[in-house]
């Protein structure tokens, strides 16, 4: 049995790029739009880009504006929470966006850095009697399912919302 494209492009490894053999689509399994995953540093504009990211990718899926709506006020809760709560909102932090279309939901997460850096500086202070507290009320409200797990690095808040 011969190479396939995808390993013959491997070995071109530094070879010509123009001489690189093209990929053959039937090898790809799937949709190749059905998900995606971004990455951004974790600073006051990492919501609104976070949010945008969310909307334009179930735009072009073609989702109800009530899905539409509900996926990016979901979504700006949990990029919310990950800038106050951990080390993705501290000097040098990163959030991770992954969204997950599979048949009947969609599935919304983001990754955060895990706790924050008990020496830097809240930025945030908060009030007992502040407008803090709400973002799950608002997540259990927008979405069909939703939860958290931690790894010894990061901590991932999910959601998903079903599509029928």
Not at 80 to 102: C, D, E, K, P, Y
Not at 132 to 148: A, P, Q, Y
Request: net charge negative.
């Amino acid at each position: 049995m011969g190479m396939t494209d995808s390993q013959r492009l491997r070995a071109c490894d530094a070879a010509d790029p123009y001489d690189a053999p093209a990929i053959d689509t039937s090898e790809l399994t799937g949709s190749a739009t059905d998900h995606t995953v971004w990455s951004c540093i974790g600073n006051l504009t990492a919501v609104r880009s976070i949010r945008a990211r969310v909307r334009e990718f179930l735009e072009r899926a073609n989702y109800p504006e009530a899905i539409l709506d509900d996926a990016e006020l979901a979504v700006s809760e949990l990029a919310t929470n990950a800038l106050l709560h951990s080390r993705s909102g501290q000097i040098g932090g990163v959030m991770t966006l992954f969204i997950r279309v599979s048949p009947g939901c969609v599935r919304i997460a983001v990754a955060d850095q895990g706790d924050k850096d008990p020496d830097e500086v809240a930025v945030v202070t908060r009030e007992d009697e502040g407008e803090h507290g709400r973002g799950k009320l608002i997540i259990e409200d927008c979405t069909s399912r939703n939860g958290e797990y931690r790894t010894e690095a990061t901590h991932v808040s999910w959601f998903e919302i079903d599509l029928v």
